[in-house]
């Protein structure tokens, strides 16, 4: 069995998960996920009793996406569930409007999320989407943020769909930040710009697999923003697609 392991992010299921929260978590883990990505969603669980329960079936949380008002709060909910969910990866990202009218605002809130994030033990990782390869005196917004001195310890969530949807090479770009990339989402897309199923799209998984081995990055992480397939159905047929490359 690889030494990759296979996480999903909740989002890419909310639909079941509103009717069945533990089951639908159940199906999951049968069809070999064993790491979880948290958006705001915790099934009306208690941090205390959702810990248990993932530990009951065999799941690690391995990221929580969050507002980043949120992450600079010390007080905020979100560190007692990053605690009690064991939990150091605290992901989120900018929309386009505020990096455009505001870029060193959100420098500045960044830096305040690493300070409080370290002192809390864990770690912020920035997740982009396609707007953020906009550039900026000929330098793409994503870079400028991950290569900004006051930045160096913020992680990347790199995603595979957002980076070719950027223009970008995929593996050429995650290259660029290899050692900075805990979680790898990975998500497909059509060469008409649709997200798909993992294995239907352009992207080259092969080569993303391949990538996440060199570089010693332990989770590869479904995420499917849209699908006209219910969300099991489609996470199914991502995931053995997937599992096939392993």
Known sequence: MSDIKLGVQLYSVRE?????FKGTLRELVKMGVRGVEFAFFYGGLEPKELAAFLKEVGLSAIGIYEQLDNICDPDAEVYSQ????????????????????????CLKKCAKALQISSAKGKKICYHAHAHEFTKVDGEYQLDLLLNHPKLTGMKFEADTCWIHQGGENVIGYMEKHADRIPLLHVKDVTAEGKITELGNGVIDFAAVVA???KNQISWLSYEQDSTELPGLESARISIENLKKLL
Do not use: H, I, S, V
């Open 16 to 20: 079941p998960l509103k009717t069945d």
């Open 82 to 105: 990053a605690d009690a969910l064991r939990c150091e990866n605290l992901t989120f990202g900018f929309g386009a409007q505020p990096l455009n009218e505001d870029f060193a605002g």
């Open 211 to 213: 990538f996440a081995r």
